[in-house]
T-cell receptor, first 117, second 113 residues
């Protein structure tokens, strides 16, 4: 069965600190897709990144970076030099490859990040 | 390009009533998915529609239903509301395939009294 675990319920850091959000997933499929979303207080989920199971290359986008390791079934997210605007709930999600191409995102429980000035 | 829009943004109903929520996807997107978010259960998949057909369904009772129109707009309906149906209902649109990113709307906050 598919499962996404975000063990960190809440993280609090001081501005400019680096912070890593952990994500561990379970799937029996060899082809799958991993996502990170940000949910600010407004409630709307904002797409951050997608990674497919064949692409283990780490990615950096500005202050954001992602580390995908199939060997440990992890897809961790690091924010460098955090800012107050990074305060939000972050969700990791999994989508399996389906014959009918249909969608079904399985979300983790989310990590609430609080960045204090 | 306009984003995903959902109406209404807030709704208050009483137990036993029914409710219809609406979602307009991003222009050109043919897939619309619905999710329920509650503090206890988190984000849970309800169903997905593509070209007016339900393509996938989560583990929710039959009181939850949906449909998609030819212009890709979608509605979801909840009949015989229960207190536990109070949640943020999020709609997401995407192009076509499961690897495409889903873009979410602002959600409809439903409160059942």
């Amino acid at each position: 069965a598919q499962k996404v675990t975000q063990a960190q319920t809440e993280i609090s850091v001081v501005e400019k600190e680096d912070v890593t959000l952990d994500c561990v997933y379970e799937t029996r499929d060899t082809t799958y897709y991993l996502f990170w979303y940000k949910q600010p207080p407004s409630g709307e989920l904002v797409f951050l990144i997608r990674r497919n199971s064949f692409d283990e290359q780490n990615e950096i986008s500005g202050r954001y970076s992602w580390n995908f390791q199939k060997s440990t079934s992890s897809f961790n997210f690091t924010i460098t030099a955090s800012q107050v605007v990074d305060s939000a709930v972050y969700f990791c999600a999994l989508s399996e490859d389906r014959k009918d191409s249909s969608y079904k995102l399985i979300f983790g429980s989310g990590t609430r990040l609080l960045v204090r000035p | 390009k306009a984003g995903v829009t959902q109406t209404p943004r807030y709704l208050i109903k009483t137990r036993g009533q029914q409710v219809t929520l609406s979602c307009s996807p991003i222009s050109g997107h043919r897939s619309v998915s619905w999710y329920q978010q509650t503090p206890g259960q988190g984000l849970q998949f309800l169903f997905e529609y593509f070209s007016e057909t339900q393509r996938n369904k989560g583990n929710f009772p039959g009181r939850f239903s949906g449909r998609q129109f030819s212009n890709s707009r979608s509605e979801m309906n909840v009949s015989t509301l229960e207190l536990g149906d109070s949640a943020l209902y999020l709609c997401a649109s995407s192009l076509e395939r499961e690897e495409d990113e889903q873009f979410f709307g602002p959600g409809t906050r439903l409160t059942v009294l």
